[in-house]
């Protein structure tokens, strides 16, 4: 079995547009769409599960890890909603990136330039963000139980990435990538799409077990994403640790 779960042509591939991700209009624009829907589901999830009345800062006290952040784009509002955030990635440019956005806008995020297995923490986290990151890794299945190490009992995973459908690969590779070209060519390679039984399935042997279910749709009138009945393409699960 492999114990890495850096897969380098797609770190090489992210960090050559590191300096886009803040770029609203640029090559991580899909993001930036997707981030409002993304961002009330964790929230609201939390929220529920937790039980914490809503207020100014709802997610005080609450310890959250993003796994594969990126530039920072959930980072950041998870942090501004109160919470304590831990972001890594296994691309220095893009922690980098993250980092100096974070200090020009005086949050107090830590970022590591790390994956799931080689993270040096003496916590537990209360939330693990898994956001469009395991269709980037190599040995899923290890990512996986590198990522419920780090989760407390009780805590929640969030994990959202594409199905593995032929719809899948007409809309989110042909449609979006060459199309479209809402997102560079190359970004996504279907057959490390996960269908979402088989998600389950890996997720059950590390004690997570599925709480939610929902798809992600794209409505091209209003510009916007939404919650879905249809997981065909983009879906997110929210597990909790047993």
């Avoid at 898994?130 to 269709?135: A, G, H, L, S, T």
């Avoid at 009992?153 to 989110?172: D, E, R, V």
Wanted: glycine share 4%; net charge positive; aromatic share 10%.
């Amino acid at each position: 079995m492999k114990t890495n779960t850096i897969n380098k042509k797609e770190i090489e591939k992210f960090s050559r547009i590191a300096e886009e991700w803040w770029n609203p209009q640029g090559k991580f624009k899909p993001l930036h769409k997707f981030n409002p829907i993304r961002i009330s589901y964790i929230k609201n999830n939390i929220l529920s599960s937790l039980k914490i009345k809503n207020k100014k800062k709802p997610l005080q006290n609450i310890n959250i890890l993003d796994i594969g952040c990126g530039g920072g784009l959930l980072s950041e509002p998870m942090c501004r909603l109160g919470a304590n955030v831990v972001g890594i990635d296994a691309s220095e440019k893009n922690i980098n990136v993250a980092r100096f956005h974070a200090k020009k806008n005086n949050l107090n995020i830590k970022y590591f330039c790390a994956s799931p297995e080689t993270l040096k923490t003496k916590i537990k986290f209360d939330v693990v963000l898994n956001m469009e990151i395991i269709e980037h890794v190599e040995n899923v299945d290890f990512f996986l139980k590198s990522c419920a190490k780090l989760l407390k009992k009780n805590g929640i995973m969030f994990i959202a990435t594409l199905n593995k459908t032929l719809k899948s690969y007409f809309f989110a590779i042909i449609g979006a990538e060459y199309v479209l070209r809402w997102l560079p060519i190359g970004t996504h390679e279907w057959e490390k799409f996960v269908k979402p039984n088989d998600l389950i399935d890996m997720v059950k042997k590390y004690d997570l077990k599925l709480d939610a279910r929902d798809g992600m749709k794209f409505n091209l009138f209003k510009d916007e994403w939404r919650l879905s009945s249809d997981d065909s393409i983009n879906y997110i699960c929210k597990f909790i640790k047993i």
